[in-house]
């Protein structure tokens, strides 16, 4: 199979993910491709609009395109933020404004019991003649601040028990191991 692929993102932590989880494959940015476009999110699901994604770039390049959609679920309250992880309390807040809105909303959940949640990542992989899907999860503790320089996101209050980490005091390899996008990304190699 043809190992040139383009990432389907223009989140740039995404594709330095895709790259370090898929040595064997050459993974062009959209960027690189010439392409400047903004694939509606509007669907109820990570899969959905990861195949959103997907099924636009491949349309426009025809080159097999990878997408992921991709987000954390607080189980307190309600699996929010979810799909809405990336334009969480709007689109005036950074990785920085998100994560303390979060601390902000589980104020006063102080039993660790409660404050689980889980990162989800779902995958689309759209070639000419067929497209491919996949998902994976890790679950973790939110912390009661951000802790760790590394990754992006929530990462900085996102611990994970096993570990004894939060995702942003990992290396890149250690997140790769155990995260979602890590799942989810092997998962997919092993269809390939
Ligand atoms: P594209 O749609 O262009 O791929 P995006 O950043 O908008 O980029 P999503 O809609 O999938 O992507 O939103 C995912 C958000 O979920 C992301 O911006 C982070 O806030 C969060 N997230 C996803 N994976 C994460 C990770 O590994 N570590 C920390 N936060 C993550």
Redesign the pocket.
């Known amino acids: 199979m043809e190992k040139r692929i383009i990432a389907?993102?223009?989140?740039k932590?995404?594709v330095r993910?895709f790259k370090e989880i898929l040595p064997d494959y050459d993974i062009i940015t959209q960027e690189e491709a010439g392409i400047d476009v903004?694939?509606v999110?509007d669907g109820k699901t990570?899969a959905e609009?990861?195949m959103k994604?997907a099924q636009a770039i491949f349309d426009m390049t025809h080159i097999p395109a990878l997408?992921?959609?991709?987000?954390?679920e607080i189980f307190a309250l309600g699996g929010e933020?979810g799909?809405y992880?990336?334009?969480?309390g709007g689109e005036g807040l950074d990785?920085a404004g998100?994560t303390a809105l979060v601390l902000e909303k589980m104020k006063g959940i102080d039993d660790d019991a409660l404050r689980g949640a889980q990162?989800v990542?779902a995958i689309a992989f759209v070639t000419e003649d067929k497209t491919y899907t996949a998902q994976g999860i890790v679950e973790g503790i939110l912390t009661h601040e951000p802790r760790g320089e590394n990754?992006?996101?929530?990462?900085p209050i996102?611990y994970v028990p096993e570990a004894e980490k939060t995702?942003?005091e990992m290396t890149s390899a250690e997140?790769n191991a155990i995260?979602?996008?890590g799942r989810a990304l092997r998962n997919l190699a092993e269809q390939l």
């Open positions: 389907a993102t223009k989140n932590n995404k993910e903004d694939v999110e990570f609009n990861a994604k997408a992921d959609d991709s987000g954390l933020p799909v992880s990336a334009r969480y990785d998100r990162f990542c990754g992006f996101g929530y990462d996102f995702t942003a997140k995260s979602h996008r």
